[in-house]
Every structure is written in C-alpha cells, then in structure tokens.
C-alpha cells in the first residue's frame, strides 16, 4: 500500500490455467471483489459486480486486461454474456486503476498484453499473473479485501471451470510509506474450498 498515492499494488497469478480447446488458448480469467466475507458469487443486495478480465485476444495472439461489469441477474445467459461484453474497456485505461501488466509463465512480460503461451499448455498449465494498482480514495486501504476468482472453459466467455473466494488481510507499505504495515492472503473459510489456482 502506497500511503503518498492511497493505491495498492496487487498481483494475482492464476496457477496452473490448462486449455480446454484443440488449439489451446488459454481461457478467459477473472476477478471480482466481494463486499464482505460471505462468499457469494452473486451479491444478496442485487447490484452488478465490477470484474476484472484476463481473455486471450485471438486477432493478436495476446492476452489482455480489461474493466467490466458483470450483471446480477441472468450472468450465464447470453443476455448476461452481451452485457459484460459491452461494458468491456482496457483496465489500463480505467479510472482508479494503472501499472496493468500480464506475465504468463510460458509467454513474455508486457505492459498490458502478453505473447500467446506455447502449444504446450494442454498438458503442462501456465501461470498467469494480473497486476495492477487500485485507488482507495479518501479511506485508504480496508482492514480486508475480499475477492473472488474463476477460470473459464475456453477464451470465450462462458461457464467457468473453477471459482473459489479468498480475502487479503494485510498491505504491506511501500518503501517510504509511513502508517500500519499489512501484508498476506487469507486462506478459503470452511466451505470455500482450496485456493488451488490463484495466489
């Protein structure tokens, strides 16, 4: 947590992410923030849930980050499915969010994009790695964040193969930040599962 620009630096790597497709793209990734520990994928007040994406880019051969909203109601119909796509914009350019980059463990580093893994993902899984700072505003950093992940089926947006929760309890400061230091990744509460693919 940077106190002198109220962000926090996270970095969040999918682990061991396998295609499901014969020319094997990796498939879609996402994160979601939760309002408290309950861990529900759906929000019991209704309202849409702000996503950030990590999908391949066929037309380039690169994954890329973007900002979306996904919708509370009908999330999995095609109706669910347009609405997240249309609210879609580059997380880089999204207000309150900056040093976007993907790393992928069998691709290259870029700022925002990363080359296509190889042919040997199928079998062998690729880490993927989002990163990103976030502006708390005049708050500043929360006791906990609460987040949540899934890992698609195929590039597309669509069912997800996997999903858990899983909180942040502590920021650690930035190099000359003054304040209470955080820093860590809380382990999934009974009933959550295990935190097999992301840390």
């Given at each position: ?189 009974k009933g959550m599962g295990m935190l097999r693919h992301v840390e």
């Amino acid at each position: 947590y940077d106190t002198n620009t109220a962000t926090v630096s996270l970095s969040v790597t999918f682990k061991d992410v396998t295609s499901k497709t014969t020319d094997n793209d990796i498939p879609w990734l996402a994160l979601t923030y939760r309002d408290d520990e309950e861990c529900l994928m759906t929000p019991r007040g209704g309202e849409d849930t702000e996503m950030l994406l990590v999908m391949f880019d066929k037309s380039s051969s690169e994954l890329k980050a973007y900002h979306a909203m996904l919708p509370s109601s009908a999330r999995s119909s095609p109706a669910g499915v347009a609405a997240v796509y249309s609210s879609m914009e580059p997380l880089s350019g999204r207000d309150g969010y900056s040093a976007v980059g993907i790393v992928s463990s069998s691709g290259t580093s870029g700022k925002g994009v990363v080359a296509s893994p190889s042919s040997e993902v199928s079998s062998v899984g690729t880490d993927v790695t989002l990163q990103f700072k976030r502006k708390m505003g005049a708050s500043g950093v929360p006791p906990v964040m609460y987040l949540n992940y899934a890992i698609g089926n195929k590039p597309e947006l669509g069912y997800h193969s996997s999903r858990e929760c899983f909180s942040v309890t502590k920021f650690p400061l930035c190099r000359g930040g003054k304040g209470q230091e955080r820093g860590g990744i809380a382990a999934p509460k009974k009933g959550m599962g295990m935190l097999r693919h992301v840390e």
